[in-house]
């Protein structure tokens, strides 16, 4: 998985490039009539991440220079699943626990613990995996910025 952004520092050892956040609707050609485009439009912004050089020469590097930056597709998948389904099925779980044991009330205070309980394992999980490498974003090439 690749993304495109502009290098908007560097420090020794590593680069901080600046990504602009997107919709999937950007290739559709009703986004302009999609309420749903133009609400990513709007919410749309600018993400710094920061991106560890290895075995990169920071001297090849100049400030706005566009850097292609990946992460492996396993690692993206994985974090995905974790992040989208563990809370969902915790919370279908603990609803069902919950309705077994109090009925409808159950079911509800169960579902709102299973979502909480899902969303702090998440949370746990990714606090525990930060400084993963597999983890983190990779510079995979740099294009020069063309001078005005």
Known sequence: MEERGRV???????IWVETIQ???CHGCSAKSGCGTGLLGDYLSGA???????????P??????DTAVIG???????TSALLVYLLPLVSLVLAALAGEALAGEVGAIIGALIGL?????FVRWYSLRHVANPAYTPLLLRVEPSSPL
Do not use: F, M, Y
């Open 8 to 14: 908007v520092a560097i420090e020794p050892g590593a």
């Open 22 to 24: 997107r919709s999937g």
């Open 47 to 57: 993400t710094r991440v920061r991106v560890a050089l290895n075995s990169w020469d």
């Open 59 to 64: 001297d090849n590097i100049s400030l706005n």
């Open 71 to 77: 992460i492996a597709e396993n690692a993206l998948t």
């Open 116 to 120: 909480i309980g899902g969303a702090l």
